[in-house]
């Protein structure tokens, strides 16, 4: 039996299985299975291909400025077109559908950040496994920092689809991951160490992770009533974990009762816009700005004057050498200190280290080796 064949009979399985408190565990057990066997699927399409830009890998695009965005969508809801709107960029437009066949950037600039836009071929049901350019598409979402899920106002419960192609993708959105360590061991059995309530029993824990080739070791559990979904994300290891934003794009072709009852519809709060139109693109821009949750960093140049008018525009929770890799690549080995003024210092003009957490509107002086360029 092949790959697709045995997961399919794991598929039925569940299926057939009435979901209760005696069956929970055998159900989650398979569909720890059936993950383990999408994973080794996707390591024999993708495998080194990834690399070496096969036909399964992402397109060929270069990610540039402070944070990517991509705009997936169904074929013809108006990803070009915004992308359009939002940048300088030119994508191709047309009334039919599957007008886009590669990935297209655009930056947009916005309160002093570069933000590139990635227009992108429209996906459909089944593109995680492969249908139309799904694969690829999804490929480039994961490199992504921010998903916008572009619906068609006619068509708002495709947002459904979008999610489900995704997390099959193993992107997971607007989620955190799940607070649990594994430490493996090479000997001893496996122990369970929760430190909050646990829905699962520990057996259940055990047999799932063994799923995973997982036989000796400690998981540490922190994530309160962590579902075997969950779990099994963490053995999984190939998940990530980004914010969307949902965007109802062509509302300039209905009435605002119509759009109300959509909100009602699909309870995911979204923004509606018109790409064509022009309407609402401002607040999409600035919701595409917050919701990358940028910090500010004011470089203050040894014994010099602090830069408050171009800050260096960084994602929350980066690092004094996150600074350093983006001013230049081999900056972060030349570094002796630094000194930090703001939230995160303890005190103003605190020598950390390359591993420093920053905060919004710290001022940074980054002091070099005596010799170093
Ligand atoms: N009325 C209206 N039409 C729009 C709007 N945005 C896009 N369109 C039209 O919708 C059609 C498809 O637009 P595209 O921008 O090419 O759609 P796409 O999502 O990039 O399509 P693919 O590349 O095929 O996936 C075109 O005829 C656009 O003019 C809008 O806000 N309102
Ligand atoms: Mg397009």
Request: charged share 25%; with cysteine.
């Amino acid at each position: 039996m092949g790959i697709p064949e045995k997961i399919k009979a794991i598929q039925d399985e569940i299926h057939k299985t009435q979901i209760n408190k005696a069956t929970e565990f055998h159900v989650g057990l398979l569909k720890a299975k059936i993950a383990k066997l999408k994973r080794e699927q996707d390591e024999n399409i993708h495998g080194r291909t990834v690399h070496t830009g096969g036909e399964n890998a992402g397109f060929d695009v270069r990610k540039a400025g402070d944070a990517t965005v991509v705009l997936i969508g169904l074929p013809s809801v108006g990803k070009s077109t915004l992308l359009n709107r939002l940048t300088n960029a030119k994508s191709r437009v047309a009334s039919y559908q599957f007008t886009t066949l590669t990935a297209v950037p655009g930056m947009l600039d916005y309160r002093g950040a570069k933000i590139q836009v990635l227009d992108l071929p429209g996906i459909i049901e089944g593109a995680a496994s492969g249908k139309g350019f799904g694969r690829r598409v999804i490929s480039v979402s994961r490199g992504a920092d921010l998903v916008l899920l572009i619906l068609d106002v006619f068509q708002p419960n495709h947002v459904g689809i979008l999610k489900k192609e995704l997390a099959e993708a193993g992107i997971k959105l607007d989620e955190r991951p799940p607070d649990v360590v594994i430490e493996k061991t090479s000997t001893g059995g496996l122990s369970v160490n929760a430190q909050v309530p646990l829905k699962m029993s520990e057996k259940a824990v055990k047999e799932i992770a063994r799923v995973y080739g997982i036989h000796n070791g400690r998981i540490i559990i922190r994530e309160p009533n962590l579902t075997d979904d969950q779990f099994i994300d963490v053995l999984s290891e190939n998940r990530v974990y980004l914010p969307s934003l949902i965007v109802l794009n062509k509302i300039d072709l209905v009435n605002q009762g119509f759009i109300n009852e959509i909100q009602s519809q699909i309870g995911n709060k979204f923004l509606p816009i018109s790409a064509d139109a022009n309407v609402n693109i401002d607040a999409l821009r600035e919701a595409i700005y917050n919701r990358l949750d940028f910090i500010r960093i004011y470089m203050r140049p040894k014994g010099g004057q602090t830069d408050y008018k171009e800050p260096m525009i960084m994602q929350r929770d980066s690092k004094v050498q996150d600074v350093c890799n983006k001013i230049h690549r081999n900056m972060a080995r030349n570094i002796k200190y630094a000194l930090v003024w703001g939230k995160s210092a303890k005190f103003d003009a605190q020598k950390v280290g390359l591993d420093h957490v920053l905060a919004d509107e710290d001022v940074l002086t980054i002091v070099k080796n005596p010799g170093a360029l």
